[in-house]
């Protein structure tokens, strides 16, 4: 059951120098409560997909095509793209919470941690006294692992970690069905990292929300997805279990992305990485933009332009990609 | 505390040092205000009178550690000397007399400027991409107009032509000063012109200043989190951008708080004002050294408590300064 059906999303940035398409016929389910990875490099469009869906694209970028719906467990549903101003401030972290990349930007540096709490609750909550908004902040604060007299904290009082772990404990406010996290642990050390991996899926245990986890780093998407998206050049171009991929991944690109980092038990390989560098998206090479740093590439790779068939959108093997590539 | 407590300290110094340096400037120029007096009258004077006049100038003989002393005794009842162009009034008298005019009409006219100038500028900001961009070219026309230009020009068209307004004096001759209706009606009609003319020339300044801050702050990951929040737009701009925004342009506002006593000496000039500027004016076109060296003593002891002022703003409205005061 689905509780995001993302279509046919294209998202352009509008430049002097021609529309940048950033996100090109995009196609994605969220299931709920799962947890969907989305890789890629720099630049793959991953961070403007996640802010199409929560409407927080500012010019020049824009949508140019294509649907979002929520499914409400009612069995209600909602298309996010056509929302009014008024529905939308409602939808917003009632439904789909967003984490953002490094916290210490994300929390407003003047106000404290409870306050930030403490206005989404004013303003989703207008019955609730202030009292009961207060215990709820400690309460949440709490659950991620924060003791309840650090709400009066100010964000540069806090550790990066806290800060994530604060700013994921905002996000839980209202117990939304989707939470968003956009490179949630990339600015923290390892240590951190991992308590807060191990964080986040015990609170989707608990709370059941469904996570798009976006991040470039594969190895830690392999831990925590229950299925990932590979997207190269704003086009997804695999999709599938974060096992299968794990073991058997049908797009080159995804085999020179698995191939780019050492793994730590198992048979030793040849490091590969990808030659080359992430496409000029205002000039794409035409039919699949990976052609051209594809080792395994045809010659209609240039110019026919390959479908997500499937999981994968590849030529190779009449469509079908990499064959068993151990 | 330990923070305030070593500016105030760090402000007692500089106060210590422009009251010395206010006190050796004039001691170290050749001449004195006696000899000047007697240069004016072509020399025809009395030897005793001279005398009698150095004694009422307060110029001694006595070694420059032993006029010190005195100097700062006299200071600490308030004792500036005379003033030479208004002999035999004292200066504190004169500067007692103008200050209040200057600080009414300046003070009140920097304080409307910034406010109004500081919210269309967070306005402007927020509206960016929208017609009142248009605002933008006219707000950099009058950033570049000097102050006496614009009150010359509203002298001109709403003094002389359609005579709307007085063009000079701070109340009418009609009225007896003092607390009643009439009087308060003739100041604020005398008033308008120069106020309009400081309004007018410094609020572009700070439409820019705010504004162009306000824009960098728009794109701070707290603020889009806010959005995403699902806020009121005005919780948005006023809470999160506009609170953030305006911490760099405190000291701005401070500095101009401070150079408020000073006066606006041109707009002063133009409408014939009462104001400090005007008395300087006069200071300067008759050498009147005590009264020149009162005013900038003055000045500068505004300055340095706007400086606090500011410093003390900064603590109560940005949490990061209070940390380092721990």
């Known amino acids: 059951m689905n509780v995001l059906e993302i279509r046919d999303l294209s998202v352009d940035y509008l430049s002097g120098g021609g529309a940048v398409h950033a996100v090109a016929d995009v196609s994605l389910d969220l299931r709920r409560g799962e947890i969907l990875g989305l890789a890629g490099e720099s630049g793959s469009g991953k961070s403007t997909l996640a802010n199409a869906v929560a409407r927080l694209l500012r010019p020049p970028a824009a949508i140019t095509s294509g649907s979002v719906v929520y499914r409400r467990q009612d069995g209600s549903s909602e298309d996010v793209l056509a929302l009014g101003r008024k529905e939308l401030r409602a939808f917003r972290w009632k439904e789909l919470a967003v984490v953002f990349q490094s916290a210490m930007n994300a929390l407003n540096p003047v106000s404290t941690v409870g306050a930030q709490i403490d206005d989404v609750l004013r303003i989703h909550r207008p019955g609730m006294s202030r009292n009961d908004r207060a215990e709820r902040a400690a309460e949440l604060l709490q659950r991620v692992g924060i003791s309840a007299d650090r709400r009066r904290a100010y964000p540069h009082e806090l550790s990066g970690g806290m800060r994530q772990r604060a700013a994921i404990a905002i996000a839980l406010a209202l117990n939304p069905e989707v939470i968003i996290m956009d490179e949630p642990t990339t600015a923290l050390d390892v240590v951190v990292q991992r308590d807060i991996l191990h964080e986040i899926r015990a609170l989707r245990e608990e709370y059941g929300f469904a996570v798009v986890f976006i991040t470039h780093d594969l190895s830690l998407l392999m831990e925590i997805s229950d299925r990932i998206a590979i997207m190269y050049a704003g086009r997804v171009v695999e999709t599938g279990g974060a096992r299968a991929i794990h073991t058997s991944p049908r797009h080159p690109y995804t085999l020179g992305l698995l191939r780019s980092f050492p793994r730590l038990h198992g048979p030793r390989e040849q490091l590969l990485g990808i030659p080359g560098t992430p496409p000029d998206l205002r000039s794409l090479p035409p039919g699949c933009a990976f052609h051209p740093r594809c080792g395994k590439a045809m010659a209609e790779c240039s110019s026919e332009l390959p479908a997500l068939d499937g999981d994968v959108a590849c030529l190779l093997n009449g469509g079908r990609g990499l064959e068993d590539a151990s | ?326």
């Open chain 2, 1 to 326: 505390m330990r923070f305030l407590a070593r500016r105030l300290g760090f402000y007692l110094l500089t106060a210590w040092a422009a009251v010395t340096l206010n006190f050796l400037i004039p001691r170290l120029m050749p001449g004195d205000p006696v000899e000047l007096l007697v240069a004016r009258l072509k020399g025809n004077v009395d030897p005793a009178a001279i005398d009698a006049m150095r004694r009422a100038f307060g110029i001694s003989d006595a070694g420059l550690w032993q006029q010190y002393v005195d100097y700062l005794g006299n200071l600490a009842h308030g004792e500036l000397g005379r003033s030479i162009t208004f002999f035999p009034t004292e200066v504190s008298t004169v500067i007692a007399d103008s200050l209040p005019w200057t600080v009414g009409l300046v003070g009140v006219a920097t304080l409307i400027s910034y406010l109004v100038g500081t919210a269309l500028g967070v306005l402007m900001a927020w509206k960016r991409g929208t017609w009142l961009d248009g605002v933008l070219p006219a707000a950099t026309f009058m950033h570049a107009v000097p102050y006496f230009w614009v009150a010359l020009a509203l002298v001109f068209v709403f003094g002389v032509t359609l005579q709307w307004f007085p063009v000079s004096r701070a109340y009418g001759l009609d009225v007896m000063p003092g607390f009643t209706g009439e009087f308060a009606g003739s100041v604020l009609y005398h008033a308008a012109l120069p106020a309009v003319t400081i309004v007018v020339a410094s609020m572009a300044d700070r439409i820019l200043g705010m504004r162009n801050v306000m824009v960098t702050t728009l794109g701070e990951d707290y603020v889009v989190m806010a959005e995403a929040k699902g806020l009121t737009s005005r919780r948005v701009m006023w809470a999160y951008a506009a609170r953030n925004a305006i911490l760099p342009n405190i000291t701005s506002f401070a500095l101009s708080l401070g150079f408020v006593v000073g006066g606006s000496v041109l707009t002063e000039i133009v409408f014939s004002y009462p104001g400090i500027g005007s008395m300087l004016l006069k200071g300067v076109e008759n050498e009147d050294f005590p009264l020149m060296q009162g005013i900038f003593l003055v000045i500068s002891l505004a300055v340095l408590v706007a400086n606090f002022l500011a410093d003390l703003a900064y603590v109560v409205l940005d949490p990061r300064t209070r940390q380092e005061s721990e």
